[in-house]
């Protein structure tokens, strides 16, 4: 069954891991094993193939040569073999693909990846947001393409969980048998800390092998040795990636209420006091640094941050229903008299000075009658909104204008 239908407003994880649970993933699989899940052809619908992934990558000035790339024998393409220098939206020279000569290399057998597609659709969204809320963490989604069984990536593991999303052709995955002990993006405990020699020599044993089908998905705890080959000609697969808070992030949460304490604010001991002294203070702030682990604040902070540290997937909700506040004038007896140096309002129930700097914005009020409060302001944007509104809720209590 597709995970996606027009109009639907959530896709939950539950549908996407269906049929496993969402209970069972999380007690035999998550940050243990791989895990294989056969899924229907037809439950990416929607999400993504080929008319989608065309409209998508047509969009030129989405793309530069860092967010789609192409991978031929293990190596990056240049990117001056593919794309031409160009200005994108905001008007910044960039290397931008060019169609012609992408689809020139993909004959060629290079692999494409085009990087950071979860916030380009909405159900591409929505499955990042499913993983997002599970996880209290960040996703992040590329997407694999190639076309003959050239291997575009050697036996490496990841620094993130990743669920393949298998869309398009087949593709053999081999997984082995090592699982790195909790990689994270850092110069010793990452992907490039090791020469492809090392990879292969502690990836370990071949786990299994799977062929991936359309609708089927992989799941792979960051640090699990693997590697991908296409099968058939012409193979797509989404590969998410999940981020979460490590415990060394919690170093950065205590730093933010260590410093509120003079105590770690203080020049460490010089050298020459000698090592004795440096131990002392190491274990006096140490103390400190263990009190603030059970204060309830720290935790409080700590939640919070976690319940927040996912990317911001808000939507628009266009049309609005404007919240912008409508204006009549009162009457059609408001004049501006001038009287010697002083402006006056004047009106059925008589005059009165206006501020000076408000004949301008008064007249233009005369003038139009009928206004949102909009119009008022970008009328005069020399005024700060604050001085604006003033000026509307004094007209407003002295009866010249009533709301609509
Ligand atoms: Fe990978």
Known sequence: MPIFEDGQNAITLADILAPMT???FFKEYYDKKPLHIPGT???????????????????GPLWSAKSL???IDKQAVPAALYCESREDRSGTMVMQPIAAKVIDLLHQGASLIANDIDMMSKPLRQIAGAFEGAYNGKAQANLYCSWDSRKAFSSHFDTHDVFALHIEGEKTWRVFETRMPHPIRHARHSNGTYTEAQHMEQRGNLLFDVVLKPGDILYLPRGQYHDALAVSSGTVHIALGLVSLVGLDIMDALKDFAVED???R??????????????SVLIDLGNR??????DPKVLAALVQYQSSYSYDRSQYTLPIVSADKQFNLAGDQFRLVKDKAAVLLTGPRGSVPIPAGSEGPIAWILANKSFRRGAFLSAHERIPAAAAD??????????VLKPA
């Open 22 to 24: 969402e209970e069972e």
């Open 41 to 59: 052809a037809d439950k990416f619908k929607g999400v993504m193939d080929w008319s989608i992934l065309n409209e998508l990558l047509s969009n």
């Open 69 to 71: 790339g192409l991978q």
């Open 262 to 264: 003079e105590a770690f």
């Open 266 to 279: 203080v020049n460490l001991p010089r050298l020459a006091q000698g090592e004795a002294v440096t131990r």
């Open 289 to 294: 640094i263990q009190k603030l682990t059970k």
């Open 390 to 399: 003033k000026l509307l809720s004094d007209l407003q209590a002295m009866g």
